[in-house]
């Protein structure tokens, strides 16, 4: 029976739902690379370490945030040093790097007890990696495709990384980019790639023409939960707590909460449970309505909605004049009892960019609406749009709804 994670990442049986994307992904994987992609706290991570902790195929996973990198060399420190301590490529990296007796010599005189933050130092300090990144990378897809038993290479947050080597050196990213697909792509290669990120790779690599480095990846998009499985993950979270839920609470939450997302779900009930026990009651719909307009609102998920708000501001595949007509466009959105037409935004679009209407401005704007639909803003129906979620909408109008 799972239980309530709010602030670390749900493993093993708090991992709740997701049984069918996790089937999904892996049967991809025996043919293709995988680009996961989802919002911040919508539950990619926790689809990553479910690989992790339950692998198939005979595949070896190994797990790296890259969130914090900006460099190419950084990245290969870290992948040499995630291979490193994967010991079963030990043998096969010795191997390899006979021919450079440099660095044969360092992996054999390496202490077995060495950590891994010990290790990248070491890798830094003693090593020519930084100088010659490039280099070690040929080496690496050469000891890929040697192993005998398939790896699978787990890389969260990788779109982050690759916008941070992009702001500091353009060529340098471009040849990373193209080293990791032909890394990817190598023929004789049988190692696989699972890349996730919180920000639209494709919308990233587009706005730099590079977006050719990774069309050989299969996208998947990480969806709410469905109705059914929301219900069910209510009913269990109730019970697991001990406390009675009835119809209209059940109800009420789903009601409420709109688009069930785990995270803000999970949000939700951990704070209809702290509020019922110091109040001493049971849970009721008011109470459900109270928690959800005091906590969740305003209380432990502000981080996660200001994520939304400053990332337009952050990325550069969102132009000064798509920010600040995207933000108009939410505004509009948050007020709006029901969908916005189409042309309504396109003209709030214009008015913001000072342009005048025709074919470029018009492809111009349909750029920045899938921009806003891949980053899990807005959501299209018949030449229409609405936010995707009710709880980012309301929140949004709270906040931001006045521009």
Request: glycine share 6%; net charge neutral.
């Amino acid at each position: 029976m799972p239980e309530l994670v709010i602030g670390t990442v749900p493993r093993g049986e708090d991992y709740f739902g997701q049984e069918d994307l996790i089937d999904n992904i892996w049967a991809h994987l025996k043919k293709d690379n995988v680009l996961l992609v989802a919002p911040r706290r919508f539950g990619k991570t926790g689809a990553m370490y479910k690989l992790l902790d339950y692998p198939r195929d005979q595949f070896i996973p190994i797990y790296i945030d890259v969130e914090y990198i900006n460099s190419a060399a950084e990245f290969i420190i870290e992948l040499i040093a995630k291979l490193i301590k994967q010991g079963h490529f030990m043998r096969l990296a010795k191997e390899i790097w006979t021919e450079t007796k440099k660095f044969g010599k360092f992996l054999r005189n390496l202490p077995s007890s060495i950590d891994f933050g010990g290790l990248k130092v070491e890798l830094r300090e003693k090593t020519d990696v930084q100088k010659k990144w490039l280099d070690y990378g040929e080496q690496i897809k050469l000891l890929l495709t040697k192993e005998r038993k398939p790896l699978l290479l787990i890389i969260d947050e990788f779109p982050i990384m690759v916008n941070n080597i992009l702001n500091k050196d353009y060529e340098e990213a471009k040849q990373l980019l193209h080293w990791f697909r032909s890394l990817r792509t190598a023929p004789d290669t049988k190692a696989r790639f699972l890349v996730g990120g919180s920000i639209n790779l494709v919308s990233t690599l587009d706005y730099k023409g590079l977006v050719d480095t990774i069309n050989d990846i299969h996208i998947i998009k990480l969806s709410p939960f469905s109705e059914k499985t929301a219900k069910k993950y209510i009913e269990e979270i109730f019970s697991a707590n001990g406390i009675e839920l009835t119809e209209d609470v059940k109800k009420t939450v789903s009601e409420t909460i709109g688009e069930p997302i785990p995270y803000f779900l999970a949000v939700l009930l951990s704070a209809i449970f702290d509020k019922v026990r110091v109040l001493q009651c049971d849970v009721t719909p008011q109470i459900v309505k109270e928690v959800f307009d005091e906590d969740l609102l305003g209380g432990s998920t502000s981080a996660v909605f200001l994520h939304y708000r400053s990332r337009i501001d952050q990325y550069p595949y969102y132009s000064d004049c798509e920010g600040r007509s995207a933000k108009d466009i939410l505004g509009i959105l948050s007020r709006a009892e029901e969908a916005v037409k189409r042309d309504t935004l396109y003209q709030v679009y214009l008015k913001t960019c000072n342009l005048a209407p025709g074919t470029q401005s018009r492809e111009n704007f349909m750029h920045l609406m899938n921009k806003l639909g891949n980053d899990f803003y807005i959501t299209s129906g018949d030449s229409t749009y609405s936010f995707f979620s009710r709880v980012l909408k309301i929140w949004w109008k709270t906040h931001y709804g006045w521009k």
